[in-house]
C-alpha cells in the first residue's frame, strides 16, 4: 500500500510540472521569448516519460497487490494450521506434565496433615516440612493436606517433629498416608508406604542430634557393636538404622542414647513412623538454640512449666512436648 501511495503522489506531481511548463511555454510565446522553447519543449518530452513510466508501476502494483489479496484465504488456511499444530503442542506437553507429576507421586512418602486451621495455607505446609527433607508437593485443602516428600526416611523424620505442632493456634495431626503411596502397587496403580522387603522384618531406630559431619559409615560403626545393622542412612543432622531386629535395636538404644559423635551427643530411640490415633500433646517449637545446648539444659528449662514427656532436636532447634 505504501508503494501504491508514493507512484500516486509522483503521478500527481508530474502532472503539475507539466501543467507548470505549458504554462511558462505559453507566457514565454506571449512575452515573445522564442529562444527558450526548444528547451522547454524537450522538458516536456521528459516529464511526458517520465509521467508514462510513473504511471505504469502504479499500474504494475496494484496488480501484484491484487494477486496477493487473492492468495489471503490460503495463508488464512495455514494460519489455521499452524495454530492447531500449537495447540496440539501444548495439549502434548501439559499431558507430559501430568504424567510426570503423577509419576513423582507415586515414587515419594506421602504423608497426611490433618486438623488445620482455616489459615494455613500450602505455603505455610512447605516451609514446615522442608526444614526435615525434600518436599516435592505440599497441598491444603479444606483443614486438611497432603505432603509428598522425597524418601520414606525423611517422612518419618518429619512425622516424628511435626506431629501436634501448634500452627495458627491448632495442633497439627501429622501421620504417613494410608492412600497411594511408597513401596507396593495398590488397585489404582499406585504405590503404598511399605518397607522395602529388606527393611519390614528389621527394628528402625531414629539416630537424631548428630554433627553436621557425621556419615551413615560413623552410625553403622557404632549400632553394629550391638548386633546386625541391615541398613544405616544420615541425612541432615539426623539419621536411621534398620537392625536386625528388636532386642539388638533397644540394646543399641540403651547403649547410645546420649553416646557423643564427632562432640555432639546422639538422640537414639525407636522410630514410631505413624502415631497411634488419640490425643496429641502440642509440641513447642524451640528455634534458634546455640550448637553447644543439651536436651537436659532444655528439658531444665522447660520443666519449670510442667512435665517435659519429649524433647526432639536437630540442628539448632527443637520441638518440647509437654504431658
Wanted: aromatic share 6%; with cysteine; net charge negative.
Amino acid at each position: 500500500m505504501e508503494r501504491i501511495d508514493t507512484a500516486e503522489h509522483e503521478e500527481q506531481r508530474v502532472e503539475r510540472e507539466i501543467s507548470e511548463r505549458e504554462s511558462e511555454e505559453n507566457q514565454a510565446a506571449q512575452n515573445g521569448v522564442t529562444d527558450d522553447k526548444e528547451t522547454l519543449q524537450r522538458k516536456l518530452e521528459q516529464l511526458q516519460a517520465l509521467y508514462e513510466n510513473t504511471k505504469h508501476e502504479l499500474d504494475s502494483t496494484r496488480e501484484a497487490l491484487g494477486k496477493i489479496q487473492s492468495s489471503q484465504p490460503g495463508a488464512s488456511s495455514s494460519s489455521v494450521e499452524t495454530k492447531e499444530r500449537s495447540s496440539e503442542t501444548h495439549s502434548q506437553d501439559t499431558a507430559e506434565q501430568e504424567a510426570k507429576a503423577t509419576s513423582t507421586r507415586r515414587t515419594t512418602f506421602k504423608i497426611f496433615v490433618g486438623n488445620l486451621s482455616d489459615y494455613a495455607t500450602s505455603s505455610d505446609i512447605r516451609n514446615l516440612f522442608e526444614i526435615y527433607g525434600t518436599v516435592e508437593e505440599a497441598d491444603v485443602l479444606k483443614n486438611y493436606g497432603f505432603v509428598h516428600m522425597k524418601s520414606e526416611d525423611e517422612g518419618e523424620a518429619a512425622i516424628r517433629a511435626l506431629d501436634g505442632y501448634m500452627l495458627h493456634g491448632k495442633p497439627l495431626d501429622v501421620k504417613a498416608s494410608t492412600g497411594i503411596r511408597k513401596g507396593a502397587v495398590d488397585q489404582g496403580g499406585g504405590l503404598a508406604n511399605t518397607e522395602s522387603s529388606g527393611q519390614k522384618n528389621t527394628f528402625k531406630i531414629f539416630v537424631g542430634n548428630l554433627s553436621d559431619f557425621a556419615t551413615s559409615a560413623d552410625i553403622r560403626e557404632i549400632f553394629e557393636n550391638y548386633g546386625t545393622v541391615v541398613e544405616a542412612d544420615v541425612m541432615k543432622n539426623y539419621g536411621f538404622v534398620h537392625m536386625k531386629n528388636e532386642e539388638e535395636g533397644q540394646a543399641a538404644i540403651k547403649a547410645l542414647n546420649g553416646h557423643r559423635l564427632r562432640g555432639k551427643p546422639m538422640v537414639a530411640e525407636a522410630s514410631t513412623g505413624t502415631r497411634k490415633s488419640g490425643y496429641r500433646m502440642p509440641k513447642i517449637f524451640v528455634g534458634n538454640l546455640s550448637r553447644h545446648c543439651t536436651r537436659d539444659e532444655l528439658k531444665n528449662m522447660f520443666e519449670e512449666y510442667g512435665k517435659v514427656v519429649e524433647i526432639g532436636m536437630l540442628t539448632n532447634f527443637a520441638f518440647v512436648a509437654h504431658e
